[in-house]
């Protein structure tokens, strides 16, 4: 069966710089707080009107033109998000109406964090069995708009930006270039430690107001919890994309980890033995951007160099769900 690979990346972030001392106009936090806690100095926020499908379509023709594709080799859409602009139809659609594509599968998937490895996975299945050529995936996230930017949601809030990332998975020619596997994973007994629980199709109406005075519209998250879990299994799903391969963590070029906290992602490669050339990081300038983390990161590290052609690349995320999963690719 023929592999897949991915022919272009691009992201974009929208304009607005808010710091981490502009939060503390906003709640009781101090830059000092965010930056020992997290590494995050500053995140995106978008203006009034913008959602995720805008903040995607921008980082898509970003990776149509890194592929030096046009729109019309494009068969199919994944889009991954956890802030959709609307409950429905999917964020997909406005991206496909935004692009200008003409009908095609366009699929809307739901995996937070690990959205962006799982979108790449079905991408590469799609590819390798030849139901497409061209697939387009889409992470973006508009966090700012849903955070309760009050002391009361300080813990989260401070953790969220805004921004997107997008790649185009086509046919490989070789191995020299490709998606070599991708391993995904999903527990949902701790589905509450990271969740937001309203509105809510199990209670009628789904939004009360007393739902809203009581902030149940916005992310509850049990910070120690998910930080457990994710110092576990992010090291463990990367060593598992490195063996199937039968490669070593010597063999690696750069990882690639979700942007959620760097203590989470400085935890990983010290229990991974690996330096800091071989990972790349700019939750700092970012925040959390979820879906959009992975692409982000990796489109960043692509332009500094850090990612060069054949060099053998993991990306690996965790997140709400709880979902992990990694990918290991030559670029
Ligand atoms: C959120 C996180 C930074 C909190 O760090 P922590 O060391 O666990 O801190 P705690 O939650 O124990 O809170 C410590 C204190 O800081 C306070 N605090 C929380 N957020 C704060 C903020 N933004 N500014 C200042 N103080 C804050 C808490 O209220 C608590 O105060 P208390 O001791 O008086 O109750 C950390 O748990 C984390 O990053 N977890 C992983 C989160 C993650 O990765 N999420 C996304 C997954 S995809």
């Not at 995050?40 to 805008?54: A, F, L, M, T, Y």
């Not at 061209?134 to 966090?143: F, N, P, T």
């Not at 992602?265 to 229990?271: I, L, M």
Request: glycine fraction near 10%; proline fraction near 5%.
């Amino acid at each position: 069966m023929r592999r897949s690979r991915i022919l272009g990346i691009g992201s974009h972030v929208p304009p607005r710089v808010v710091t981490n001392h502009e939060l503390a106009q906003l709640m009781e936090t101090t830059d000092e707080w965010i930056v020992e806690r997290t590494g995050i100095r500053e995140r995106r926020w978008v203006d009034e009107g913008v959602g995720s499908s805008d903040l995607g379509a921008e980082a898509a023709r970003k990776a149509l033109a890194a592929a030096g594709l046009g729109l019309e080799r494009i068969q199919m859409v994944i889009f991954a998000t956890l802030s959709p602009d609307h409950d429905f139809p999917g964020t997909g659609v406005f991206l496909q109406r935004k692009l200008g594509l003409p009908p095609m599968p366009v699929l809307d998937i739901r995996q937070q964090c690990t959205g962006f490895v799982y979108g790449l996975s079905i991408a590469d299945q799609f590819v390798r069995t030849g139901m497409v050529d061209h697939v387009l995936l889409v992470g973006a996230e508009v966090h700012s708009t849903g955070l309760d930017k009050t002391t009361r949601g300080r813990d989260v809030a401070v953790l969220f930006g805004d921004g997107a990332g997008a790649a185009v998975i086509g046919p490989a020619d070789s191995d020299e270039h490709a998606i070599l596997s991708t391993h995904l994973y999903a527990d949902g007994t701790s589905a509450e430690d990271l969740w937001v629980s309203h509105p809510s199709s199990r209670q009628h109406p789904r939004l009360t107001v007393q739902d809203v005075e009581e902030g149940k519209h916005y992310p509850q998250m049990k910070g120690r919890q998910v930080f457990k879990h994710a110092v576990t299994r992010m090291p463990e799903v990367i060593l598992e994309a490195l063996k199937a391969n039968g490669q070593t963590l010597a063999d690696l070029g750069c990882l690639i980890p979700h942007q959620a906290n760097l203590r989470t992602n400085e935890f990983v490669q010290k229990a991974l033995g690996l330096p800091d050339e071989k990972v790349h990081n700019n939750i700092d300038r970012y925040g959390n951007t979820t879906a959009a983390t992975i692409p982000l990161c990796l489109d960043e590290a692509i332009q500094a160099g850090k990612v060069k052609s054949g060099d053998l690349v993991c990306l690996a995320a965790f997140g709400a769900g709880f979902t992990w999963g990694s990918a290991l690719l030559r670029w």
